[in-house]
């Protein structure tokens, strides 16, 4: 992630947002909470995850296109479409799941 102008702070705020709804829901499997309610904790930390996937992969397009754009050459364009193409499969990989 040292290649992109993304700000690491932001996505660490996230994450460790994340870390405590995933820690709240283990509490919450311990204490035999309602199923209901862990499935609605789970859906937001799931929501939460797949944010943070898209904030990441808009950073690495957003270079790979100005990084080709810079290089004005058609590898630099092709590689860049790989690339996109890549980050793609993988956001949607995530929403089969």
Do not use: F, P, W
Not at 26 to 49: G, R, W
Not at 66 to 92: F, N, P, S, W
């Amino acid at each position: 992630m040292k290649d992109y102008d993304i700000d690491k702070n932001k996505l660490l705020v996230r994450l460790h947002r994340v870390q405590g709804q995933l820690s709240a829901i283990n509490t919450m499997i311990e204490k035999d909470a309602e199923c209901k309610d862990v499935l609605m904790q789970l859906s937001a930390a799931t929501a939460a995850l797949h944010s943070l996937a898209v904030l990441t992969a808009r950073e690495h397009v957003n270079s790979d296109i100005q990084r080709a754009v810079e290089t004005g050459t058609a590898e630099g364009a092709k590689q860049a479409m790989e690339d996109v193409t890549e980050i793609i499969d993988r956001l949607l990989r995530y929403e089969k799941a």
